[in-house]
């Protein structure tokens, strides 16, 4: 699976839309791009995938470039509940996730 | 629906005391996974089942980690002999098999403290 890097952290306020960059150069032309989110003493989160195309769910949007080789997930209008760390992957074929360290996204008031 | 649960929640160790780590997955789901995650880092694969069948088991640090899945269903990652380093959270996760589907839905983890 690519490799994939992310901001250590962000800070977004509270009603504004956040845009979590993710940087995947090496990616192939089969590997999805999947993200999920770990609130605190939670375990992770499925929030939303793709591969090609951007797409929209009730959690947020994706962006992903035509050249594939990034990725942004848009959280229209975030609350405190989503501080939280974002994790951002890419893969195809093998089922286990590679997390990485992800973004810590934290909400202010 | 009911989601993935596991127990203990938390269980403290004495170093060299073996512990089982229970997970009940989502009905159904054929797909069972452990994770390990140490304290700032992001999970880490351990093992993967498909129904009652190991087929990785990579991630599993030393020979003193052992998991299995009997029946498909319920799953317990077993410690032996703990160590220090053992300490972090144990997550489990379960998913449909699928073509494209890595979705994966996590259970709240069991925290263990060797001490």
């Known amino acids: 699976d690519a490799k994939t890097t992310q901001p250590t952290s962000m800070d977004c306020a509270e009603g504004r839309a956040a845009n979590l960059p993710c940087n995947h150069s090496?990616?192939?032309?089969?590997?999805?791009v999947y993200w999920y989110r770990q609130i605190h003493s939670q375990g992770p989160q499925y929030i939303i995938h793709?591969?090609?195309n951007n797409e929209t769910n009730e959690m947020a949007s994706l962006i992903i470039t035509e050249d594939r080789k990034s990725s942004t997930l848009i959280l229209p209008h975030a609350t405190l509940r989503d501080t939280a760390v974002y994790y951002c992957i890419a893969i195809f074929g093998n089922e286990k996730l590679t997390f990485g360290t992800g973004t810590r996204l934290t909400i202010i008031p | 629906g009911a989601g993935v649960s596991q127990s203990p929640r938390y269980k403290v160790a004495k170093r060299g005391q073996d512990v089982a780590l229970r997970c009940d997955p989502i009905s159904g789901h054929v797909s069972l996974f452990w994770y390990q995650q140490a304290l700032g880092q992001g999970p880490e694969f351990l093992t993967y089942?498909?129904?009652?069948?190991?087929?990785?088991k990579s991630g599993l640090p030393s020979d003193r980690f052992f998991a299995e899945r009997p029946e498909g269903s319920v799953s317990t990652l077993k410690i032996q002999r703990t160590q220090q380093e053992d300490s972090a959270v144990y997550l489990c996760?379960?998913?449909?098999?699928?073509?494209?589907?890595?979705?994966?839905?996590f259970g709240p983890g069991t925290r263990l403290t060797v001490t």
């Open positions: 090496t990616i192939s032309g089969n590997e999805y």
């Open positions: 996760a379960s998913s449909l098999r699928g073509q494209g589907n890595y979705e994966q839905y």
């Open positions: 793709g591969l090609k």
């Open positions: 089942f498909q129904n009652e069948a190991q087929l990785d």
